[in-house]
């Protein structure tokens, strides 16, 4: 474990992207802001799998350049890069042969920025991996989550949110498919077509424990070497991976000792929202990023890119501002 982790330990400052379909209408829907994050877009609208396909339709993010997020990143000071290979959505932002929910089959853009953003993080030494929705996944008939199409378990009402299936066992098989016909094949081709360096998984509670051990065992015996974050499989005892992730919240982080990661994002929405002002000053991450190197934590710091595959400007004067203190300082 100690090797695995190794170079996550010494990367320090990371950069997280929330990238997708929802990029697209960024926090508005049939003329109306959609509040909170921008990527529960599909279940706050309570949107079907076909109208979702209708915005894949006009997906095309063609000032998309994998090489210039890479060096932005790394201008940035950053030394590691995770991005949504798929989230809640279900919709895999590379070319999956597991599923045809994916960004080359069904967009006119017809490229894999995965296969991109993994070349370039290569060419440029910088630490490379995914986010990967295990448990939610709202356009599988099976997947826990979807509650307006399908009536599966998990969601917000019908049959229990969190730990839904300590009072409903009868609908661990269908959740079980799900995992055993599109999760794991699809982490396995993640691991095998792109070699990552780290996996990022979320909502660790929509799934058994079961489940999500079977998960990290899947990976474990594809690629020892893969670092997994701490929101993969959690129990009373503590979480099965690597290290320990704090809430969103960047408050927390100074709370946890050891191996840990604060995920604040620029504003509040993970995804690009158009309506979300709400963004920190640079001063603010400098802060939040001393505060945590000096106790020995990781900042991932997470940044939505628009549905034109480029960043909002309000994010790279941020980028640029910390980026150059570093510089300034000697750290970078
Ligand atoms: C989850 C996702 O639902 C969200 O879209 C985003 O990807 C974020 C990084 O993770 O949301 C969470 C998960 C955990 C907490 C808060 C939001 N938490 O532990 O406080």
Do not use: C
Not at 4 to 31: N, T
Not at 92 to 106: E, G, L, T
Not at 303 to 331: C, H, M, R, V, Y
């Amino acid at each position: 474990h100690d090797e695995r982790v190794q170079w996550w330990r010494d990367a320090r400052f990371g950069m997280f992207i929330h990238w997708g379909l929802y990029s697209l209408p960024a926090g508005e829907w049939k003329g109306k802001e959609v509040k909170g994050y921008s990527e529960h877009l599909m279940r706050k609208e309570k949107i079907t799998r076909t109208a979702y396909l209708d915005l894949a339709h006009v997906f095309n993010p063609v000032k998309f350049n994998a090489e210039e997020w890479i060096l932005t990143a790394k201008n940035a000071g950053m030394r590691y890069f995770i991005i949504t290979a798929k989230h809640h959505d279900g919709f895999a932002m590379y070319d999956s042969k597991v599923s045809d929910f994916n960004v080359v089959k069904q967009t006119p853009f017809k490229r894999d920025p995965m296969a991109e953003l993994a070349t370039a993080a290569k060419k440029h030494g910088m630490k490379f991996g995914f986010y990967y929705s295990h448990a939610f996944d709202w356009e599988h008939p099976d997947a826990p989550g979807n509650d307006w199409e399908y009536q599966n378990p998990g969601g917000d009402k019908l049959i229990g949110g969190a730990n839904w299936f300590d009072n409903h066992p009868e609908w661990l098989p269908k959740a079980v498919k799900y995992v055993d016909e599109k999760a794991i094949p699809q982490i396995k081709e993640l691991i095998n077509k792109y070699h990552p360096d780290i996996i990022w998984f979320d909502t660790p509670h929509k799934l058994p424990l079961s489940e999500n051990i079977k998960i990290l065992k899947a990976i474990r015996d594809t690629d020892p070497n893969i670092v997994v974050n701490g929101r993969l499989a959690r129990s009373s005892s503590g979480n099965f991976g690597d290290y320990v992730n704090t809430g969103d919240r960047p408050a927390e982080l100074l709370t946890v000792a050891g191996d840990s990661e604060a995920i604040p994002t620029t504003n509040e929405s993970y995804g690009y929202s158009k309506h979300d002002k709400s963004h920190k000053s640079a001063r603010f991450f400098i802060q939040l990023l001393a505060n945590s190197a000096s106790r020995g934590g990781n900042l991932l710091m997470n940044i939505g890119p628009k549905g034109d595959g480029t960043f909002d400007q309000k994010d790279k004067q941020i980028l640029d501002s910390i980026g150059g203190w570093l510089k300034q300082n000697g750290a970078a």
